[in-house]
């Protein structure tokens, strides 16, 4: 089964902007959920965005309302993170998470027990 592979991690200044794409092969996008999480160093790895495939309901978390926008192109099987306003505080290890069970995201979207594919991560430094 192959993994979600992330992409289009970086640096930048605070107030910049960075897309990240996540490629999740081999699953067919019906009715699962999608995420974004990130772990920076020495703390928890934390929901940041998510998406349920079949209907577009997404779900951020509140230190991101406002300036992340999560989307997705079925038809590339991609899933996108839009960050703007980046602030130093969101430097951190992105991850791409998929929920191979075909159930919507939910209230429930940001628990990493229940996603079990994950992708290796992508870099994102945010500097002041």
């Known amino acids: 089964q192959a993994l979600p592979v992330e992409s289009g991690g970086g640096s930048v200044q605070a107030g910049g902007s960075l897309t990240l794409s996540c490629v999740v092969s081999?699953?067919?996008?019906?009715?699962?959920?999608l995420a974004w999480f990130r772990q920076a160093p020495g703390k928890e790895r934390e929901g940041v965005a998510a998406?349920?495939?079949?209907?577009?309901?997404?779900y951020r978390s509140d230190s991101v309302k406002g300036r992340f926008t999560v989307s997705q192109d079925k038809d590339k099987s991609t899933v996108y993170l839009q960050m703007n306003n980046l602030k130093p505080e969101d430097s951190a290890i992105y991850y791409c998470?998929?929920?191979?069970?075909?159930?919507?995201?939910?209230?429930?979207?940001?628990?990493?027990?229940?996603?079990?594919?994950w992708g290796q991560g992508t870099q994102v430094t945010v500097s002041s």
């Open positions: 998406i349920s495939v079949r209907y577009g309901a997404t």
């Open positions: 081999d699953l067919t996008f019906t009715e699962n959920c």
């Open positions: 998470a998929a929920d191979t069970l075909r159930r919507p995201c939910g209230s429930s979207w940001s628990s990493t027990g229940r996603f079990d594919r």
